[in-house]
């Protein structure tokens, strides 16, 4: 059983780094923020003299090994960075699930032979540079180490850049490769499990998503002489687009998901036609063959709408992972446990990506998920309720139990 | 006659201030650039002994004094600020044009009794202080000497600010609130002279504007776990509502103009759905009672759209301008030279706004256009042809030779 308020204190201390008035966190990838909330679980992890590694990639790993630790690992974990004003339980109650239950395996002596760790990975979450769960990613080998360094924020700086000046660029050689399994447990992000009144969410897989940049050039020109059939108006172009597509996917009334979050216009003046608009697309779909074919349909609808507006078109791929499925045996184990002990839980897909879609590569992979109270997440107002979390809490401790070789 | 050769250098000169990769100009009101060009400008009018004063609004006059300087003086002039990345002719020209016209009463010697004056105005563009005609503006007692020198730009700069930076706060006594006659000439930043085989435009007056911010609030949330139904995307939310608009105009088939130059999304990340989208609306129209009508239509469309997709709505009023009529008596003199002279001109309204609009209401004023060749204004590639700017320039000297008191 976990001790939950040795993990609310905890909590606490990390929601106030980077904390927000609104009750949210700040804390992008690589800031001075996560530099103390690193810092912070680090003296955590000393604390209870687990090993430190850090490595390449910016990941800490804190281990507590095993009688043979020549064995492939059990690893927890997620990550400690937020999107811009996010809320308190996005990654962070992962990160503190995993250093739990090992406090746990220590207060109680547990002899085990492979080790355990618990880890925090690097800008999981692509909002400040933008290729999410790319650190995984690059120990699963979907990313070349390359890939993640060159990686810029909108400033122009790099990932190496920001490693190097928080103080977290650590050793390649201490990257794990291969695990013998990966558990993350992590909020619902949305209102399934609410709305289904459930406990906890028994995670079968991931939707696939396809991001996407479109920019539209036509003509600056003035607002006022330029007559309406004369322009080429390239926000009037990215609106049409952006309607049309979230017409198609309303229309389609399935389980395709559209979102533009980006969407931006130049030169930026009121009285100035724009010569250019540039929008972010993301398209998620948990079937592979209907997802390819959705970004198909996307782009197309795109392309014409430009020819019809005049306009030129440049449509930039991204991002694209294509949805996962993790290992049916825990997915099982989770449900047994849910049934022993009384706890109200759902299968589900993920609607949202996490690390433990890149870990699925290189470990036997699960996830466990907790309600999120008004099924809302990238947001201040995140929340969910700390009998759900200790009940998933306990969940995911009983199936390291299970796991565990000893 | 105008020594156009002469106006050509000073023009050369003042393009390369500010001077864009793709031949534009880049001079926002009261940056490095615009000082730049004041100095310019300043020293011009002092080389050929013209008094300077400069008023605490930061409007520069060249004055030619008239042997009755207690008489109302006709004054010529336009504005050296640009938009971002705008032309080389906007504004500038006819700040030439009237510094050109006092060169040349110069140059012969001619007796006058009113002062003649050559005016630069202070942010005539609004780009960068989001209150285009500002300075105008408070001379014809539209705005307050507050309303001007607090306005601020993007980064919290006021005007006031500003003009003591670029050492441009000149003294209250020094503005002109009473004039004879007022002139400008423009390009006329459309497609309509250059369309009709026109050397010169005679302008009748300006259409109204009507400018308006509009802000729609839903709640950010995951672009992965949030059901399409079940969102309340502001990005979305402010495309509909763009679209209608849009629309509407275009079914309207009038002479109605809209134009979206601002749209922008927050947080502005790629799989957060928009908490907040924010975008500008530009209206106009020749007529005021329909021009008023459009406003409240375009009001209705705003808000019945954010009822509908469950969005909060703000619509903030930025700027209202009703349309404008200049002197009878100096389009029909402007005819008549056209018709002596055989320079094809063609009556017009204007599409854009000048300090014309304000001036009219204090002097007799009058607008003279030269077509932009490919109908582009706001833009680098904004363009006229040299005889027909020569051809402008001189029926504008015309018209002062007609007017000025002997
Ligand atoms: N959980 C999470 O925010 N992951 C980032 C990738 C995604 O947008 O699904
Ligand atoms: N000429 C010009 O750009 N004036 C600014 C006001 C307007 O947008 O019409």
């Given at each position: 059983?976990?001790n939950?308020?040795r993990?609310?204190?905890?909590?606490?201390?990390?929601?106030?780094?980077?904390?927000?008035?609104?009750?949210?966190?700040?804390?992008?990838?690589?800031?001075?923020?996560?530099?103390?909330?690193?810092?912070?679980?680090?003296?955590?992890?000393?604390?209870r003299?687990?090993?430190?590694?850090?490595?390449?990639?910016?990941?800490?790993?804190?281990?507590?090994?095993?009688?043979?630790?020549?064995?492939?690992?059990?690893?927890?974990?997620?990550?400690?960075?937020?999107?811009?004003?996010?809320?308190?339980?996005?990654?962070?109650?992962?990160?503190?699930?995993?250093l739990e239950i090992i406090e746990n395996l220590i207060d109680?002596?547990?002899?085990?032979?492979?080790?355990?760790?618990?880890?925090?990975?690097?800008?999981?979450?692509?909002?400040?540079?933008?290729?999410?769960?790319?650190?995984?990613?690059?120990?699963?080998?979907?990313?070349?180490?390359?890939?993640?360094?060159?990686?810029?924020?909108?400033?122009?700086?790099?990932?190496?850049?920001?490693?190097?000046?928080?103080?977290?660029?650590?050793?390649?050689?201490?990257?794990?490769?291969?695990?013998?399994?990966?558990?993350?447990?992590?909020?619902?992000?949305?209102?399934?499990?609410?709305?289904?009144?459930?406990?906890?969410?028994?995670?079968?897989?991931?939707?696939?998503?396809?991001?996407?940049?479109?920019?539209?050039?036509?003509?600056?020109?003035?607002?006022?002489?330029?007559?309406?059939?004369?322009?080429?108006?390239?926000?009037?172009?990215?609106?049409?687009?952006?309607?049309?597509?979230?017409?198609?996917?309303?229309?389609?009334?399935?389980?395709?998901?559209?979102?533009?979050?980006?969407?931006?216009?130049?030169?930026?003046?009121?009285?100035?036609?724009?010569?250019?608009?540039?929008?972010?697309?993301?398209?998620?779909?948990?079937?592979?063959?209907?997802?390819?074919?959705?970004?198909?349909?996307?782009?197309?609808?795109?392309?014409?709408?430009?020819?019809?507006?005049?306009?030129?078109?440049?449509?930039?791929?991204?991002?694209?992972?294509?949805?996962?499925?993790?290992?049916?045996?825990?997915?099982?184990?989770?449900?047994?446990?849910?049934?022993?002990?009384?706890?109200?839980?759902?299968?589900?897909?993920?609607?949202?990506?996490?690390?433990?879609?890149?870990?699925?590569?290189?470990?036997?992979?699960?996830?466990?998920?907790?309600?999120?109270?008004?099924?809302?997440?990238?947001?201040?107002?995140?929340?969910?309720?700390?009998?759900?979390?200790?009940?998933?809490?306990?969940?995911?401790?009983?199936?390291?139990?299970?796991?565990?070789?000893?």
């Open positions: 059983r976990v939950i308020e993990v609310k204190q905890k909590f606490n201390k990390l929601a106030s780094i980077g904390g927000t008035a609104n009750g949210g966190v700040h804390r992008l990838a690589l800031s001075d923020e996560d530099r103390e909330a690193r810092n912070l679980f680090v003296e955590w992890l000393k604390e003299e687990l090993e430190v590694n850090i490595d390449d990639l910016g990941n800490i790993y804190g281990i507590k090994k095993g009688t043979d630790p020549s064995l492939p690992p059990l690893v927890l974990g997620s990550h400690l960075d937020t999107v811009p004003y996010g809320g308190r339980f996005d990654g962070t109650l992962g990160v503190l699930t995993g109680e002596n547990q002899e085990h032979t492979q080790s355990v760790i618990v880890v925090n990975f690097t800008n999981e979450e692509g909002a400040r540079f933008p290729k999410p769960m790319i650190s995984s990613g690059v120990l699963a080998n979907k990313y070349t180490t390359k890939d993640m360094h060159m990686l810029r924020d909108v400033t122009g700086k790099t990932i190496k850049d920001e490693l190097d000046r928080i103080g977290y660029s650590g050793k390649r050689e201490n990257r794990i490769t291969k695990a013998d399994k990966f558990f993350e447990l992590h909020i619902e992000q949305g209102p399934a499990l609410i709305e289904q009144g459930a406990s906890a969410g028994i995670v079968e897989g991931i939707q696939g998503l396809s991001w996407h940049q479109v920019t539209f050039e036509g003509d600056a020109d003035h607002a006022g002489p330029s007559p309406m059939a004369f322009r080429k108006d390239a926000g009037v172009g990215a609106v049409k687009a952006m309607y049309r597509l979230h017409e198609w996917v309303s229309s389609a009334g399935d389980e395709t998901m559209i979102t533009f979050g980006k969407i931006k216009t130049e030169p930026d003046v009121v009285n100035v036609i724009p010569g250019k608009a540039v929008f972010s697309v993301d398209i998620r779909h948990p079937d592979p063959n209907i997802l390819q074919r959705r970004v198909e349909e996307m782009k197309q609808i795109v392309i014409e709408t430009s020819l019809e507006t005049r306009l030129t078109n440049c449509i930039e791929d991204l991002s694209y992972m294509p949805p996962v499925v993790f290992s049916s045996d825990l997915t099982e184990q989770l449900e047994e446990i849910c049934l022993k002990e009384s706890i109200p839980a759902v299968r589900m897909y993920s609607g949202a990506g996490h690390d433990a879609m890149y870990m699925n590569r290189i470990a036997e992979t699960v996830m466990v998920f907790v309600p999120s109270l008004n099924g809302k997440s990238h947001n201040e107002a995140e929340e969910s309720r700390w009998e759900d979390i200790e009940s998933c809490m306990n969940l995911t401790a009983e199936l390291v139990t299970l796991s565990l070789h000893s």
